[in-house]
C-alpha cells in the first residue's frame, strides 16, 4: 500500500526542505552536524543554501593563510588540502555575491539545484 502523500508534490518537497533548513539554521552552528568549510556538507554548503551569518562566520573563521588553499577539507575526523569545487577550496573562498561576474544566463549554483 502506497503512502497517502505518495509521490510527494514539488510544494510539499520544498517545505520540506526549508523547514529543515529552518531548523538547522536556528541551532548554534556548535551544534550542526558539519565538517569543514566546504560546499559539500560544509559550511559553505550551508552558506549558499540558507544564506545564515553563522555559516559565513564558520566559513571565515576557518580560512588559514598557512594552508595551501586557505581551507582544508574534514572528512572522517581528518583535514587534507583540497582545491575542488564540491569538498574543496573553491567555493569556501569564493565570493558568493559575485561568483561568477558579468551576465550569465542561469547562477552558477543552478548545476546544484540551489538557484
Request: proline fraction near 9%.
Amino acid at each position: 500500500m502506497k503512502p497517502r502523500f505518495w509521490p510527494p508534490s514539488p510544494t510539499t518537497l520544498a517545505d520540506a526542505a526549508s523547514a529543515a533548513l529552518t531548523s538547522l539554521t536556528a541551532r548554534p552552528g556548535s551544534q550542526w552536524d558539519i565538517e569543514g568549510p566546504a560546499l559539500c556538507h560544509g559550511y559553505a554548503g550551508v552558506l549558499q543554501s540558507t544564506g545564515a551569518v553563522q555559516a559565513a562566520e564558520a566559513v571565515t573563521s576557518l580560512f588559514d593563510p598557512q594552508h595551501r588553499f586557505g581551507f582544508r577539507h574534514v572528512a572522517d575526523q581528518a583535514a587534507k588540502d583540497e582545491p575542488g569545487f564540491l569538498v574543496g577550496a573553491a567555493l569556501a573562498l569564493a565570493d558568493h555575491g559575485q561568483l561568477p561576474a558579468g551576465e550569465v544566463p542561469a547562477r552558477w549554483d543552478a548545476l546544484l539545484l540551489l538557484s
